[in-house]
């Protein structure tokens, strides 16, 4: 039974009538600030708890995961890893779901600025929280152990959404408080977002709660300790990304700074992103015995999952549209919902996979529907109530119009299991939507050490043994292919392409694009109606 962890309640008391639009709240509800701030309880659940209820959402561009035009899809919709097909009069939408996956997008594009909205309400949010916090704490002293500990949670959410707008946008503000004016707002470096993160979390870390956030409790849903250190570990292993002022062309850093440092040592980055995974180790986090039940409807209860997006169709607001977007309108019939036909795998990850070779990973069935497509042991049919639907994954383009395959190429997501008590057509569904697990730590830690000039085999095959692969050697390019697997679709794959040099190269369905060259959409361009608005502002190269 999952209880519910947030109030949903938030104020408005961020006066920031001369401020843009993307630093200003949109709160959901309100209520004075005496009456929901009144004790230590209160501003628990109105100041801290209620955060929470951002990082889910049921909006287009809202919610680090679960919704579209957004986070995941910038992350997974540009890469190799999944495509959106133009079936027919479905899914052209103006071109934008081309757009994504051509790398032809420019400062206008639909939705980047509503996920920028979305990531900067957040921010200022926590600012607006921990200014409550430290008010109340000036006139109540005798809290101050738990109101820094607050302070401490409320960091470290704005420092994971900082995470989110560095890796996305590069060169970004950096706004700590609700008391600026647009005239005040300058653009920092992405090395000063990224150092000023790192900072934050390492602050935050020692005042967090050394709980599993996975688990429903107190601590459900939240930025505990384990979190932050992925967080953390996640940051060090980019380091020689996000450090470059100028990331498109500068020569690539030592990956040292004596702000890596452990007991007083210090280290470079790939040493303290080592380390930052050794401490989770000490959580006792272990890899689930079957890949799949991370992604069950009772998924709670996994061993492997770090940092979830609890779901309850009962108790939040939270949806997880993947699923139901991707399947066939005939298989959501078949679930007893509806779907919408779209987003498939592409030709790329099927050869990643080896689909339909003999030596094809096992992880593939359990990511994907292929061929004949089956629920509780019987065949799917399609609308005429005979034929069977099948998927034909390897007949998949861009633009399937006119096909033969028009609407069934493509293989379709499974990785999350169905859920027979979901509503809103498989969305509001019981599978809490996985951000950070186990299996991704093990991985970091192997190319971390692969790095550092040190054999990372050993965590690299716990994976692999996991679902019966045999054990091979670590090397940067056998960690990026699984990587590619695991991961598939968790929201990864952008983040690893930039790391290893790939994002923005020729790939099945993709030619590569002249103006690309300098690699410049390894960042997203800042909006353009934020430009038009801060003349002073630098937009990123190749814009």
Same mark, same amino acid.
């Given at each position: 039974?999952? !209880? ?31 009456? &929901?701030?009144?004790?230590?309880a ?8 209620a ?27 540009t ?7 133009t ?20 400062? *206008? ?10 990531l900067?309400?957040?921010v ?14 000036s ?10 500990a ?21 060169? /970004? ?20 977002l990224f150092?000023?993160?790192?900072? #934050? ?74 380390a ?16 799949s ?10 061993r ?19 699923f139901?977007?991707?399947? !066939?309108?005939?298989? *959501?019939?078949?679930?007893? *919902?509806a ?36 629920e ?30 028009e609407?069934?190429? *493509? ?15 498989g ?44 054990? /091979?050697?670590?090397t940067?390019?056998? /960690? ?5 697997? #695991?991961l &598939? ?12 040099? /790939? ?28 430009m038009?608005? !801060? ?9």
């Amino acid at each position: 039974m999952k !209880h519910s962890r947030y109030i949903i309640v938030l104020i408005a008391a961020c006066a920031l009538s001369a401020c843009s639009s993307f630093l200003e709240e949109k709160p959901e509800g309100s209520l004075t600030e005496e009456q &929901a701030y009144n004790s230590l309880a209160d501003l628990r659940n109105n100041a801290v708890l209620a955060i929470y209820n951002s990082i889910g959402g049921n909006q287009d561009s809202k919610g680090l995961q679960g919704t579209g035009r957004g986070v995941f899809d910038f992350n997974s919709l540009t890469t190799d890893e999944a495509i959106m097909p133009t079936r027919g009069g479905d899914w052209y939408d103006g071109g934008f779901w081309q757009t994504l996956f051509l790398h032809t997008w420019n400062p *206008g594009t639909a939705s980047m600025k509503d996920m920028w909205d979305y990531l900067y309400q957040v921010v200022m949010t926590c600012n607006d929280y921990l200014e409550i916090v430290g008010k109340y704490k000036s006139a109540h002293s005798s809290d101050a152990d738990a109101l820094d500990a607050y302070t401490a949670e409320l960091r470290a959410v704005r420092a994971m959404y900082y995470f989110y707008l560095m890796d996305l946008f590069g060169n /970004i503000p950096l706004v700590t408080s609700t008391d600026i004016k647009t005239t005040d707002i300058r653009q920092n470096k992405r090395s000063e977002l990224f150092w000023f993160t790192v900072k #934050e979390l390492q602050e935050a870390l020692p005042l967090l709660a050394p709980a599993k956030s996975n688990i429903p409790g107190d601590h459900y849903g939240r930025i505990t300790r384990p979190v932050a250190f992925f967080l953390l570990a996640k940051l060090a292993l980019n380091a020689e990304v996000y450090t470059h002022d100028n990331w498109t062309t500068t020569p690539r850093p030592s990956g040292s700074d004596i702000r890596f440092q452990q007991n007083g040592k210090q280290l470079n980055a790939w040493e303290y992103c080592e380390a930052c995974c050794d401490s989770i180790d000490r959580y006792n986090y272990q890899l689930e015995q079957l890949f799949s039940d991370n992604f069950t409807p009772t998924n709670e209860s996994s061993r492997e999952n770090i940092f979830t997006i609890p779901m309850n169709p009962n108790l939040y607001n939270n949806w997880y549209t993947y699923f139901f977007r991707s399947r !066939h309108y005939s298989h *959501g019939a078949a679930l007893g *919902g509806a779907s919408e036909n779209g987003t498939s795998a592409t030709i790329d990850l099927l050869n990643a996979f080896h689909y339909g070779e003999a030596d094809e990973d096992p992880r593939f069935g359990m990511t994907f529907y292929a061929g004949t497509v089956k629920e509780e042991g019987r065949a799917v049919l399609q609308d005429d109530g005979k034929s069977p639907l099948v998927y034909y994954p390897s007949m998949v383009k861009l633009d399937l119009t006119g096909s033969d395959y028009e609407k069934t190429a *493509g293989a379709r997501l499974h990785k999350y299991a169905n859920d027979p008590n979901a509503n809103a057509d498989g969305r509001a569904c019981n599978n809490d939507i996985v951000l950070f697990r186990y299996a991704d730590v093990l991985l970091m830690r192997a190319e971390a050490a692969v790095r550092n000039g040190i054999d990372g085999s050993d965590y690299l095959n716990k994976v692999r043994r996991r679902v019966g692969l045999s054990d /091979i050697t670590a090397t940067l390019e056998s /960690i990026l292919n699984e990587r590619y697997l #695991e991961l &598939a679709w968790e929201g990864w794959r952008r983040n690893d392409m930039i790391r290893f040099g /790939i994002y923005g190269k020729a790939y099945t369905d993709r030619p590569q694009v002249s103006n690309e060259q300098d690699g410049h959409t390894t960042v997203l361009p800042i909006p353009a109606d934020l430009m038009a608005m !801060h003349p002073a502002w630098i937009q990123n190269p190749g814009y």
